[in-house]
């Protein structure tokens, strides 16, 4: 049985009531949509609570999916619209002071500074790409996704899907490499 008939069966099932079919697709799209939720939000948090809340949109609305083949480019059109609503929902809300002798859970400040700067510098570098060439490089590199497989999801020709990462690549090699530490973080990953 081949990934996209497997995939239509297992919508088929949750359609008749199968709970253990659309587990296994939140299995199988878990990563995936944290992937392009992160790649609209760029939060970890954010891209958690717009792919958490698409599974559910997803499962609520599971019978409007119209072809059960290609529930995977359905559910990340849900990601992404998810996604942008999050986006536009937290820019109304005002945020809350942190209160005095609030503790962090984080290990040492040392790592924890680290660890913030190399997250802010790949976050900058992403933000510099469209939001396709994001979705894209983060479905290829992050999650290993071949050309195919992200052309499918998103509805593109596999060559376009090929362009903009080469181009995503390219733009990535600058940016990273334009501060030392971006330029450490670029070897690391080469």
């Known amino acids: 049985m081949s990934e996209a008939s497997s995939e239509g069966e297992l919508v088929r099932l949750a359609l008749k009531g199968d709970e253990n079919a659309f587990g296994n697709l939140v299995e199988l799209y878990q990563r995936a949509a944290y992937a392009v939720a992160y790649s609209v939000t760029g939060r970890h948090e954010d891209a958690e609570d717009a792919a958490q809340e698409s599974f559910l949109v997803a499962l609520e609305r599971l019978e409007e999916c119209r072809n059960p083949d290609r529930f995977g480019g359905w559910l990340m059109t849900i990601v992404r619209n998810r996604s942008k ?3 536009r929902r937290e820019s109304l809300r005002e945020t809350d002071e942190i209160p005095l002798g609030a503790t962090s ?3 040492m400040p040392d790592r924890v ?5 190399i997250r802010e510098i790949l976050e900058g570098a992403l933000r510099k790409l469209p939001e396709v060439q994001r979705q894209i490089v983060l479905l290829h590199d992050l999650e290993g996704w071949k050309h195919r497989e992200i052309a499918d999801r998103l509805g593109l020709p596999s060559g376009t899907v090929r362009s903009h990462l080469h181009f995503a690549r390219k733009v990535l090699r600058v940016e990273l490499g334009s501060s030392p530490l971006g330029a450490e973080i670029h070897r690391k990953v080469q």
Do not use: K
């Open 85 to 87: 609503n999050l986006i």
């Open 105 to 107: 859970r984080s290990p």
């Open 113 to 117: 500074a680290e660890n913030t700067q």
